[in-house]
Structure formats: structure tokens, C-alpha cells
Nanobody, 120 residues
Framework: QVQLVESGGGLVQAGGSLRLSCAAS????????MGWYRQAPGKQRELVAR???????NYADSVKGRFTISRDNAKKLVYLQMNSLKPKDTGIYFC??????????????WGQGTQVTVSS
């Protein structure tokens, strides 16, 4: 059974920092691309950051230079370090994993999400 469990969300003032963690189980972590998505109230879920099986990263333009995604394959963890937070960063943050088999991306798995609220 695949489980992705997020933690680290909370309430923070603008300019502050948070570190989100996602613990994975039930998957072969090293063959999964891992990502963080967020969903603000009334908006669609959007990609925030992703790290591939090879360690390459990509970020939404809105978070470049402020957020950093990283992974620890040995511990089956993926992190999102969020600095210089802004009120527009508020939303539910979801962990996402996508198995990549022979170069083909499979159906994703999702965590339950963790709330991040940035006050002005």
C-alpha cells in the first residue's frame, strides 16, 4: 500500500520560513520522481517543485529562488524548504510521487496534504 505523509505545514508570517517533509512507504522510492503541488482556495492544484530520479529539479516561476526541493533516497523522504514566504504561498501542499519505468511516467500517487498559511 502506497502512503505519502506530509508534515511541517503551519501558520507563518510573511517573510518567514517553513520546511515541509513527505515520508513515502510502499514504493520503490528511487525510481519515483517526487514533487510538491499546492492548491489555493478556489484555484486549481499547481506544481510547485519537482525532483527527478536523477536529482534534477524544476520550480514554478513564482517560487524560484525562494523554495528548494530535495530528496533522501535512503530515508524515503522528500523536503520542500520554503523561505521568504508570501501570503500568495498560502494553500494546501500535496506530496506527489510518479514511478518512472523505462523512461515512462506512470500514474501518480498523492498524499493527503498539509496546510500552509502565510499571514501578511
Amino acid at each position: 500500500q502506497v502512503q505519502l505523509v506530509e508534515s511541517g505545514g503551519g501558520l507563518v508570517q510573511a517573510g518567514g520560513s517553513l520546511r515541509l517533509s513527505c515520508a513515502a512507504s510502499g514504493i520503490i522510492f528511487s525510481i519515483n520522481a517526487m514533487g510538491w503541488y499546492r492548491q489555493a482556495p478556489g484555484k486549481q492544484r499547481e506544481l510547485v517543485a519537482r525532483v527527478t530520479t536523477g536529482g534534477s529539479t524544476n520550480y514554478a516561476d513564482s517560487v524560484k529562488g525562494r523554495f528548494t526541493i530535495s530528496r533522501d533516497n535512503a530515508k524515503k523522504l522528500v523536503y520542500l524548504q520554503m523561505n521568504s514566504l508570501k501570503p500568495k504561498d498560502t494553500g494546501i501542499y500535496f506530496c506527489n510521487s510518479v514511478p518512472v519505468i523505462s523512461g515512462t511516467w506512470q500514474e501518480p500517487y498523492w498524499g493527503q496534504g498539509t496546510q500552509v498559511t502565510v499571514s501578511s
